[in-house]
């Protein structure tokens, strides 16, 4: 568990020259953030038997945040008039709860170097915002004079799930080579609701603010299979070999979208790993291999 605070205050000046006329912007600023950290994990592991191992690693993190700002702005003809000024506030909390968990089990068949080893994967997390936004701008000269105010609250909820399960065997073709197999299938959801609110107190009530918002939702299907010759010398070690990656993604704007857009690809890629023992104490290792992951995708 940890907390933390941070507070900041500045005072700025500058200048901005323009090709007919130039302008002097000042600058207040106050700032404070709290945050708070927790997190407990822990790992159990059991050898069921000479042949049979499993160990399961749960984590679970919560992370909170409250920000605030307050900045108090105006400009003025450089040696002239004031032009406007104004004050803009911001108070943001966040939320951000994870939980995963990761199961290993390993039964090792009688004939030696045959292995077998099933790995288990899921996760959820969230990130949610509630932020609210009040500037107010006084315009003293120009084409439209007079005093804008301008109130929002947006709220913004990211959610991501996922789970995975990987199935490697191993077979011995000789006493230095063995036969690698490996199948895997991934999945994952990601998805981003903003909502923005005009929360002027002139109205009897909040009003969405349809061209700032969306709600967009992607899925992200992996499924992999590959198969490898390993063989194993008193020196160094060497692993050749090639993986078939089929992946299929689907995405959409719930707001705007009435259909999945989907995306398919097959990739095929190569598999080298070469290790080599100097000493106890210094290796040498190069690996090649590829992967297609998730594009990431965030409303800002």
């Known amino acids: 568990v940890s907390q933390s605070r941070y507070r900041s205050v500045s005072a700025n000046q500058y200048t901005k020259f323009f090709q007919s006329s130039s302008f002097l912007n000042n600058q207040s600023q106050n700032s404070d953030t709290r945050s708070g ?36 702005f105006d400009y003025a003809i450089l040696n002239g008039a004031k032009t406007s000024d104004g004050l803009n506030q911001s108070r943001t909390e966040t939320q951000t709860p994870n939980l995963s968990a990761n199961i290993l089990f390993n039964h090792r068949l009688h004939k030696k170097g045959r292995n077998l080893s099933v790995n288990l994967n899921a996760g959820t ?19 439209n004079p007079g ?13 991501n799930h996922n789970y995975g399960i990987r199935v490697t ?44 918002s969306n709600n967009y939702e992607n899925q992200f299907y992996n499924n992999r299979i590959g198969a490898s010759l390993r063989t194993t010398m008193k020196k160094y070690t060497y692993t050749l070999g090639i993986s078939a990656q089929p992946v299929e993604f689907r995405g959409k704007s719930i707001t705007k979208d ?4 989907t ?38």
């Open 125 to 143: 997390s969230q990130n949610n915002s509630d932020q609210y936004t009040q500037n107010s701008t006084s315009v003293y000269n120009g084409p």
């Open 263 to 300: 995306i398919t690809r097959f990739n095929v890629f190569p598999i080298a790993r070469f290790t080599y023992n100097f000493s106890k104490t210094k290796t040498f290792n190069a690996n090649y291999s590829g992967n297609a992951t998730q594009p990431t995708y965030t409303i800002s």
């Open 169 to 212: 065997y191993s077979e011995p073709l000789s006493k230095t080579r063995n036969l690698d197999l490996a199948v895997s299938h991934n999945f994952s959801y990601a998805g981003n609701n903003r909502e923005t609110w005009d929360n002027n107190p002139l109205n009897p009530a909040p009003v969405l603010l349809s061209a700032f």
């Open 147 to 159: 005093l804008t105010n301008i109130y929002q609250n947006i709220q913004q909820d990211n959610r």
């Open 37 to 72: 950290n927790h997190r407990f994990y822990f790992n159990f592991e059991y050898q069921i038997d000479s042949f049979n191992y499993i160990k399961i690693s749960p984590n679970v993190t919560y992370s909170n945040s409250k920000a605030s700002s307050n900045t108090v």
């Open 258 to 261: 009435s259909a999945y857009k």
